[in-house]
């Protein structure tokens, strides 16, 4: 099956600093998303990203699918950027299985 | 517009005991997913219904099982609990369960003691 790899795994900022989340998958997908898991445990749609650029505030993201990956922009942390941030794909017609990478999880220090 | 409902938020279970979880969808999102997130496993997939019918399961044994009504809400239960359940059950409501859009609700945090 289809494999989502995240990285990096952790990462720790200070406020104000900006970063970049990696999300590398194998195969041709239909649907990228990225989530934030905030520590309630929701998780809240960032962007839905398949192929092309899209910006929302701070937040962006770019995902290039022939070269099967996709980055997320965060510019001028704040704390309540901290999180697990998750890419999830979904491919063919697997109607509802999104396939979640592992996670970056970012912590922002003020 | 409402957004994805989960009930119970928390639920403290038996070893043994079975629990049902609920989801109510955004009105006009017709495919409800679930998945479990645990520590060891993450997110994984349980199940997906779109108009009442299951169209996609995930690797979970036949004590996972779900359904789901004609208001596109749907419930998920897990018999004979075991200890390795507990975990945060999400679920996930889009138009058509392909493609993107997907919405999570807040999720149900199971423990088995």
């Known amino acids: 099956g289809i494999q989502v790899e995240q990285s990096p795994p952790d990462l720790i900022l200070q406020e104000g600093a900006n970063s970049t989340l990696r999300c590398n998958f194998s195969d041709s997908v239909n649907n990228l998303q990225w989530f934030h898991q905030n520590p309630w445990g929701q998780l809240i749609n960032l962007f839905y990203i398949p192929s092309g650029t899209k910006q929302n505030g701070r937040l962006s993201a770019t995902t290039v699918a022939t070269e099967r990956y996709s980055l997320l922009y965060i510019s001028s942390s704040q704390t309540t950027d901290s999180g697990v941030y998750f890419c999830?794909?979904?491919?063919?017609?697997?109607?509802?299985?999104?396939?979640f990478g592992k996670g970056t999880k970012l912590s922002v220090k003020p | 517009k409402a957004g994805v409902t989960q009930t119970p938020r928390y639920l403290i279970k038996t070893r043994g005991q079975q629990v049902t979880l609920s989801c109510s969808p955004i009105?006009?999102?017709?495919?409800v997913s679930w998945y479990q997130q645990t520590p060891g496993q993450g997110l994984q997939f349980l199940f997906e219904?779109?108009?009442?019918?299951?169209?996609n399961k995930g690797n979970f044994p036949g004590r996972f099982s779900g359904r789901q009504f004609s208001n596109s809400r749907s419930e998920m239960n897990v018999s004979t609990l075991e200890l390795g359940d507990s975990a945060l059950y999400l679920c996930a409501s889009s138009i058509t369960g392909t493609g993107g859009g997907y919405t999570f609700g807040s999720g149900t945090r199971l423990t088995v003691v």
């Open positions: 999830a794909v979904n491919y063919g017609g697997s109607q509802g299985n999104l396939i």
């Open positions: 219904y779109f108009s009442e019918t299951q169209r």
């Open positions: 009105s006009g999102h017709r495919s």
